[in-house]
């Protein structure tokens, strides 16, 4: 199967997220899911150090879902075997005074990766069309002209050089509940515990509508989006992964030559041992 083709978003359609099932997993059973995941874990590693080595363009990995929809658990099952040197992840959390000082796409910018990297992003620019629009931080005339300017920017990118796969894991509201309760009663899990949570969980129907404009209106040709069913971790890691170890597989990094003065040097070091 093509996991790229069966979650990518078509550009202008509209995601009914409530008819769209979060435990399905199409077209593998749990063991073979995780046996793909394995390989797909060691290309992407490969690929990585390829692309590092190449220094020429780079991969940017958004992911978005709802609370415990499982982000950190993404970045540490398909990114965990990579060189740190090479990948960056940031978290967009609450912006500080500083950042709210800016415009919204500042802090993102800045955070963009550079030339060979992959960056990861755990929320993103769209937080500004999501609980920003759910919560009414801004007015709605400044929140709706804001699809424009992500395009805009993602496009940007695109031209110079970076590739961008994003993802939004889409959770039904009886595992999240699972999920958030886990952090209650886990001790290992407390930490995770926000009182907020909750409250967001009971404005699902907002928040899922706002995740539906944005799949409609920023699933673009140049920077997809790919609506993962992540219920089942396992799933949710396979298909992840599948798809960005593809994706670098197609971009295709090159491993440099040796430079002319290398191999000067070589002859020279070769002619002494041989002198
Ligand atoms: P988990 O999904 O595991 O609960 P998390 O991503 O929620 O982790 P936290 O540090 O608990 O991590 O929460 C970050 C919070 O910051 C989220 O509620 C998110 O919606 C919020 N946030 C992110 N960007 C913005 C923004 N631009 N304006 C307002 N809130 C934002
Ligand atoms: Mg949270």
Redesign the pocket.
Known sequence: MNLEEEFRVAPGSRVQLRDSDADRTPGVNREEGEREHAKNVVRIRDLQHRLYAEGRRSLLVVLQGM?AAGKDGTIRHVFGPTNPQGVQVSAFGKPTSNELAHDYLWRVHSRAPSRGHIGVFNRSHYEDVLIVRVLGLVPDKAWKRRYDHINAFEEMLVDEGTTVLKFFLHVSADEQLKRLTKRLTNPAKAW?Y?A??FSKRSRRPAYVEAYEDMLEKCSTKHAPWHVIPADNKWFRNHAIAGIVADRLEHMDPELPELPEDGHRMRETLEGTREG
């Open positions: 609370d995770k926000n907020e949570d």
